[in-house]
């Protein structure tokens, strides 16, 4: 089973990476896109015993820090 973890800056937290996107946007003709904000997806491969606690458990240890990032899980059928 594959499990996507999305993994996003909490509101408030500076994003260079999501300001130079925005700068890019703007450079490149668009208009219309008032803010930018970055983040990051993480694909796992993990059987199906693998438990949504456990999920939970791997991204607060690993996958994402806390203090400054939120994350969301989310399983995808095959």
Known sequence: MKVR???S???GVLDPQGRAIHH???GL???G???VRAGRLIELDVDDSV???ALDE???KLLANQVIENYR???VAA
Request: glycine share 4%; hydrophobic share 50%.
């Open 58 to 60: 791997m991204a607060q």
């Open 51 to 53: 438990t949504d606690a």
């Open 33 to 35: 896109v008032s803010d």
């Open 24 to 26: 890019a946007i703007e």
């Open 5 to 7: 973890v999305f993994v």
């Open 73 to 75: 899980i989310e399983r």
């Open 29 to 31: 003709g668009f208009s």
């Open 9 to 11: 800056l909490k509101n």
